[in-house]
């Protein structure tokens, strides 16, 4: 399974982008897709997670400010970030959990908002 992911730039603060991440392979089924981030010196976070029913989490940072979103039939997952600020910056990836448990991640983009 591959995962390409795009979308990542940079942006003012209040601005919005908007990350896909498309997986690719022998894929039988996917349990969940998810946003992780990680910014310099500090620990990888969970950002936003769908599971396979539509269910989603989110990280209380983002809430009310990003929304994930998933195409089945293309299995891909986008993260719509909405009034973005400073803190945001990161390096965003993609992890998707197929039947089984394995999880996969692409490789990172980097999201830096800043005036």
């Known amino acids: 399974v591959q995962l390409q992911a795009s979308g990542g730039g940079l942006v003012q603060p209040g601005g919005s982008l908007r990350l896909s991440c498309a997986a690719s392979?022998?894929?039988?089924?996917?349990?969940?897709m998810g946003w992780y981030r990680q910014a310099p010196g500090k620990q990888r976070e969970l950002v936003a997670r769908?599971?396979?029913?539509?269910?989603?989490n989110y990280a209380d940072s983002v809430k009310g400010r990003f929304t994930i979103s998933r195409d089945n039939g293309k299995n891909t997952v986008y993260l719509q970030m909405n009034n973005l600020k400073p803190e945001d910056t990161a390096v965003y990836s993609c992890?998707?959990?197929?039947?089984?448990?394995?999880?996969?991640w692409g490789k990172g983009t980097l999201v830096t908002v800043s005036s």
């Open positions: 769908i599971i396979s029913g539509g269910s989603t």
């Open positions: 392979g022998t894929i039988i089924s996917i349990n969940a």
């Open positions: 992890t998707v959990v197929v039947r089984g448990g394995t999880a996969y």
